[in-house]
């Protein structure tokens, strides 16, 4: 059983055992706290051989202290101050800094109290195995405790009690190392205090203690050269003493009343715009606007001034002579920031704030030079109209707690670091930090003061552990604001009553509900599904015949949807709510119930479906001579995939109907394709991978292979875009104000002119963007003969320059605007796949209205109604885009884990892939590896050369590691090898790939 | 900044200077105390201090409320508006009030030889001068001293002491900022008996720690025994004492007077 004690606390030492205080509360309210403190004689000082002091836990430091310093040629032991850890924790932590440290509690408490990373760093530092760190609580230690005095500030009364435990140190050591009679007095090893302060040291010498500033004491050292490096400049400033808070600091200048707003945007001083922050580099964003051709370019926290990623804000743009190039440096928050501490932050002018704003002062610096052509618009932040706040998923950062201890009850304030890039960190308050470690959670932000640095949140829920699939699916649905609820009962209660036992009724008199009115029976014709491995959803499916005057019949079916979803009830306004179906790697969020989108609606083999029919009777050459549109039933002979597909029309011994169709299609969607290609339609890249699952149940992924493309893939693709072009033709002639219609618009110029730039530079190569046609065939002329891969490079690289594809209504927009660029078609819609894209449902009920077979719903009348729906159409369309590529992302991330372990179990090493380089940096490069589908970064910590000018970088031969001598020259587009690794980002517990390079020099080193 | 405060740290020293077995200082005060209280006394913890004064046994006010075969024990607590840092006024009505004089009474009930005053009354008035944490326990001891100086017959003492567990480290005698942030249970003993007369716990602690913070919370029980003995004996002592001088004075008187 332990000894338990009372400790006695007289009450005629209550001066200096009781501690009184004022403390202002959140609300502003001011309360007295009281505490005690109880002194002690047994408080260790840590030194080997003390005859006084037993101390049987942790590491003593040496008797002698450390006898290598020059100054100290008696052994000596360091005591640092607070400003020391503070500023120079490079340097304590380097490995080659092997003195004997005694670090106070004061110290230790006042670190605590000023940068928790900083704390977390430093307690690091005291366990680790190589460091001689004794921690002596000297506010404990009855001779040591010291009390503030009258007028003394926190400040002061520290640096008195750490020079009180200086004092107290050398005369301890000399008590406890008595001369012994009959041997002469070996010399005693001196504390010595370390500080910047002068004042300090000046106060100190007169006490008769021995000290030093940091950099005189490293030049002492035997490793003098090697640690000089690390001392930090802001080592020789003198630190200025903490301030008792000063009032708070306003971080960010007031926006401006919204009248204001209303009226500088209309008078055209002001610009409104999306925000949109750079991923690179957090402390810049733009904001692309139509009054300029390229984007206003916000450098800086100030600048940005609290905008968060997708809220619509109003910009000023500064004067031409002030216009910026953006940043070719990669600058992640993390690093930079990760000093930066939760509670305090921004609250209070700060030094930790000064320091931090000094150094993103310095970054932005050394950004400023840049040649003028590349400036662009350059402007601030004056107001928000709107916030486009949710709920973000994020992780707490670990080195941002107080304690870690889930017993802990107490509330924390805490950093939640978002998954995505481009938010800034949350700050919260919890009293659940410690159990949210390791955990996805929802934070959304509350506000954002003018006096905070970050965004001020709350927690809404955890999503589940991290790195586990359930969590991951869910937050990647959340990040990018996927509907994924179940169907409601109202919706489903809008599914035909006799469920999956509906079938097309007979036709004459069985038909009660009047389903044959004005179909066409087309169950007899030849009619077969094409579609990719494991399609459920099958919503178009096709047919082709000869006809007896020579020229072909083909026809597209597709799923009748709208017999189905009928306008204004629950399941429409739902299907309108959620926009399309959800692709992900191993799930699929359902636009529709899935008794619809799978079964009723889905043109399987061998039923009979209601269809809606494109037909078309075509030359040989693929010339339409005409085209009707009917409501249909068609029963589907063969429900094939590409590969299928493709097999029957290549195997010669097969000449059944269904065989002859598909040649026939084949035939005509080839001279349809020439004929596009000719109209200048580009033949664009992106880069598509698919993932093997291992099976449906456990979904580990095993492995990640590039999409193949078949000759039936473009068939499909063809007939398609027939349909679609015909459609939009026929419901724009029909309702000229509110038909559905798609457009690519034209990419500006000037998007391509760094593409061009570097093209031209790297490889000699121009690109014509005049028009889509001298793109595609600027395109088709991009090749590098040794490297078949480099042109899909530049057609990835060309798409990105390019605008999206977006849906609107005919009437808003002017006729000339309509065209469709990518395909280079004057007009175009989507018509084919109603069950997983909402917009396809309204051209369906508009089609079905031109031909006469139902009348439109009112609402299709309305143009503001139409705009209203596709605006959400649109952004859930790019949502569900970009929450498949992170789908993908993820698996590539697991499989490429995956790969990594088994490769490393077999001793082959990590997982290596060639990449071509897209993006230099003034530190680093930007690589593709096209096999994975993933763009990485690589960055370099030592000095590289960096020629913007002509896209290169150059690796000086010494720093190299392998020592061939030479300087090694990178440019953009050349093919390098690097090594893909998977690593846990330590604070965030976010996944992250992270990429080194292997040849052509190996960056590791650097 | 007072999340800023480490509960333990890792040289084993608490926010205060404390190590995790170590109690806060002590001090009893058995001076009487109030206008004609039968018994009272000023019991501290570190910075938590209550005054407890006894009445009784006594006739009841009510006869409602007095049971035929033993007395009713009375407690009524008042917490003073400036005994914590943010000055906050607590009616007689205030649930936690009401809760902890119902806990009190709970607790001394079976200690305190009712049956031998049946249809009397037992007055406990609590007046909580100072809270640093430990506001139960301090109660308690307080209760149990001002009871023996009232000299009202008890099976034994009763002393409590609050435990807590940071991380796996239990940690005796919490002030308040322990006590704010770890889980904690208050535990009364009887030391002669050994038999335990209150746990109570308002957080959650794991069944594991329980048993280890339980005993724990019980032994000191025993130590915090021995310095209000201690007290309790000095006190008679002084009583003795001045019983005798002035019996002594009286006499001489008596031998001349008569």
């Known amino acids: 059983m332990v000894e338990i004690t009372i400790r006695k606390r007289p009450q005629t030492e209550a001066v200096i055992t009781q501690r009184k205080f004022f403390k202002k509360t959140a609300r502003g309210k001011v309360v007295k706290v009281l505490r005690e403190r109880y002194l002690r004689d047994d408080v260790g000082c840590g030194i080997e051989s003390c005859r006084e002091c037993t101390s049987s836990d942790g590491e003593l430091l040496p ?24 500023s120079q ?91 012994i ?75 401006l009343p919204s009248a204001t707003l209303i009226a500088g945007v209309k008078a055209g001083q002001l610009h409104q ?93 050394s950004e400023a030079q840049a040649a003028a052509s590349e400036r662009q618009p350059t402007g601030r932040v004056v107001g928000v109209i709107k916030r486009n706040w949710r709920a973000y998923v994020c992780h707490i950062d670990t080195t941002s707690l107080t304690s870690t201890l889930t017993t802990s009850l107490s509330t924390q304030t805490v950093f939640a670091t978002p998954v995505s890039r481009l938010l800034p960190r949350i700050r919260l308050r919890t009293r659940q930090a410690p159990s949210l470690l390791n955990q996805k959670i929802l934070v959304t932000i509350d506000r954002w003061d003018t006096t905070s640095r970050y965004p001020e949140g709350h927690f809404v829920r955890t999503l589940g552990q991290v790195e586990s699939k359930e969590a991951e699916q869910e937050s990647l649905l959340l990040e990018f604001e996927v509907p ?13 009553l006799e469920g999956d036992q509906w079938v097309v009724p007979p036709k004459g008199v069985g038909d009660l509900s009047n389903v044959w009115r004005d179909r066409e029976d087309l169950r007899d014709l030849i009619v077969c599904s094409i579609d990719p491995p494991g399609c459920q959803d099958i919503d178009d499916a096709l047919h082709a015949r000869l006809l007896p005057n020579g020229n072909i019949e083909a026809g597209v079916h597709i799923a009748d949807v709208s017999h189905f979803v009928l306008p204004d009830n629950p399941m429409d306004s739902e299907a309108a709510a959620r926009g399309t179906t959800v692709y992900l790697v191993d799930n699929r969020i359902d636009m529709l119930p899935s008794l619809l989108g799978t079964n009723l609606c889905s043109l399987r083999p061998f039923v009979e479906r209601l269809s809606f029919s494109s037909i078309w009777e075509l030359t040989p050459d693929a010339d339409i001579v005409n085209v009707r549109f009917t409501k249909s039933v068609i029963k589907s002979k ?22 002859q169709s598909i040649r026939l299609l084949n035939s005509l969607a080839i001279k349809l394709k020439a004929k596009r290609m000719a109209a200048g339609a580009l033949n664009l ?55 559905v219609l798609r457009r690519h618009l034209p990419p500006p110029k000037t998007n391509f002119e760094k593409l061009q730039d570097i093209l031209r530079k790297t490889k000699g190569l121009t690109l014509d963007v005049s028009s889509s046609g001298a793109l595609a065939a600027s395109l088709d002329k991009c090749i590098d003969a040794t490297e078949p891969a480099f042109n899909t490079l530049v057609r990835i690289m060309a798409t990105r320059c390019m605008l999206s594809a977006e849906y609107f209504c005919s009437g808003s927009v002017a006729r000339d605007t309509f065209g469709h660029y990518g395909l280079a078609s004057d007009i175009y819609t989507h018509f084919t796949s109603p069950i997983r894209r909402y917009a396809d449902v309204l051209v369906h009920r508009q089609l079905s209205a031109a031909i006469g077979f139902t009348s439109l719903h009112p609402s299709l009348h309305s143009k503001s109604h139409v705009e209203k729906i596709l605006d959400v159409v649109n952004r859930r369309h790019r949502m569900a885009q970009m929450a498949s590529r992170a789908s993908v992302e993820f698996y590539v991330g697991l499989a490429l884990k995956g790969r990594g372990e088994a490769s490393r179990s077999r001793g082959d090493g990590e997982v290596r892939e060639e990449a071509f380089v897209i993006r230099t940096f003034r530190n680093g490069v930007g690589v593709f590896v096209s096999k994975l589908g993933i763009e990485g970064l690589v960055t370099f910590k030592r000095d590289i050369q960096f020629d913007a000018d002509n896209y290169t970088i150059t690796v000086p031969g010494s720093a190299s590691a392998a020592g061939s001598g030479g300087d090694v020259k990178i440019s953009v587009f050349d093919k390098v090898v690097v090594q893909i690794e998977v690593e846990k980002d330590k604070n965030t517990q976010r996944g992250k790939v992270r990429m080194t390079l292997i040849e052509p020099v190996e960056s590791r080193a650097l | 900044m007072s999340s800023r405060i480490e509960i333990l740290n890792a040289g084993g020293y608490r926010s205060d200077g404390r190590r995790q077995y170590e109690l806060r200082t002590i001090s009893i005060d058995l001076s009487p105390r109030g206008s004609g209280a039968d018994g009272s006394a000023t019991l501290s913890h570190g910075l938590t201090q209550v005054s407890v004064c006894v009445f009784g046994p006594r006739e009841a006010k009510m006869r409602s409320q007095t049971f035929h075969d033993r007395a009713n024990i009375n407690v009524e607590i008042g917490i003073a508006a400036f005994s914590s840092s943010e000055r906050r006024k607590r009616g007689r009505g205030d649930k936690r009030v009401l809760e902890l004089s119902h806990t009190l009474k709970a607790t001394f009930e079976p200690v305190i030889q009712t049956s031998l005053y049946p249809r009397s009354q037992i007055d406990i008035y609590i007046q909580v001068l100072q809270q640093d944490g430990g506001l139960l326990q301090a109660c308690v001891n307080a209760t149990t001293l001002a009871l023996i100086n009232a000299g009202i017959p008890l099976y034994d003492f009763v002393c409590a002491v609050t435990g807590g567990v940071h991380s796996t480290s239990p940690l005796l005698d919490l002030t308040l900022l322990e006590e704010n942030d770890l889980p904690n249970v208050t535990v009364a003993v009887m030391p002669r008996t050994g038999k335990v007369a209150l746990v109570t716990m308002e957080t959650r602690l794991h069944v594991d720690r329980f048993e280890e913070i339980f005993r724990l919370a019980g032994e000191a029980g025993k130590v915090i025994h021995g310095e209000m003995k201690r007290a309790v004996k000095e006190r008679t002592q002084d009583l003795v004492n001045a019983m005798q001088s002035v019996g002594k004075a009286a006499g001489t008187e008596v031998v001349d007077e008569y």
């Open chain 1, 638 to 659: 063969a429900a094939f995939t590409y590969e299928e597909a493709q097999i029957r029309k290549d195997d010669p011994h097969l000449q059944d109907e269904l065989t």
């Open chain 1, 89 to 179: 924790m490079d340097l304590l932590e380097s490995d080659l800094f092997r003195s004997p440290i005694i670090l106070l509690q004061t110290v230790l408490e006042e670190v605590r109290h000023r940068s928790l990373p900083l704390y977390n760093r430093l307690k690091a530092l005291t366990k680790s195995e190589d460091k001689r760190i004794w921690t002596f609580y000297n506010e404990y230690r009855s001779e040591t405790a010291i009390i503030r005095e009258e007028g003394e500030t926190p400040n002061d009364r520290n640096d008195r009690g750490i020079r009180n435990a200086t004092a107290w140190y050398n005369t301890h050591i000399s008590l406890t190392h008595p001369p």
């Open chain 1, 63 to 86: 008797a002698a202290g450390d006898l290598t310093h020059q100054l100290f040629p008696n052994g000596h032991f360091i005591l640092p101050d607070t400003n020391v850890f503070l």
């Open chain 1, 181 to 255: 009679r009959g041997q002469t007095q070996a010399a005693l090893p001196t504390v010595v205090l370390m500080t910047e302060d002068a004042a300090n040291r000046q106060k100190a010498e007169q006490a008769g203690i021995s000290c030093t500033p940091v950099r005189k004491y490293v030049e002492g050292m035997k490793n003098a050269t090697q640690l000089l490096d690390l001392l930090s400049a802001s080592g020789s400033d003198n630190i200025e003493p903490t301030q008792a808070a000063s009032g708070r600091q306003m971080l960010y200048p007031e926006y």
């Open chain 1, 273 to 365: 715009g999306h925000f949109n922050p750079n991923p690179y580099n957090y402390l810049e964003g733009s904001v692309s606007v139509s009054a300029f051709s390229k984007a206003i370019l916000l450098v800086g926290r100030e600048n940005m001034n609290r905008a968060v990623q997708g809220d619509v804000i109003v910009v000023e743009v500064f004067d031409e002579k002030e216009w910026k190039a953006p940043a070719d440096e990669v600058i992640d928050a993390e690093t930079t920031l990760k000093n930066d501490d939760a509670e305090d932050s921004g609250e209070e002018g700060d030094e930790n704030g000064e320091e931090v704003m000094a150094e993103e002062s310095r970054i932005l610096r």
């Open chain 1, 685 to 739: 890249a992106s880069p598509e991978v698919k993932i093997h699952l291992d099976s449906a149940e456990s979904s580990e992924p095993i492995d990640v292979e590039q999409k193949e493309l078949r000759e039936t893939n473009s068939l499909v693709e063809e007939f398609m875009l027939l349909a679609n072009v015909s459609v939009a033709r026929k419901i724009e002639e029909s309702f000229p104000q509110t038909a």
């Open chain 1, 484 to 496: 994924y609820r179940p169907f409601g009962k109202a919706i489903l209660d809008c599914l035909p």
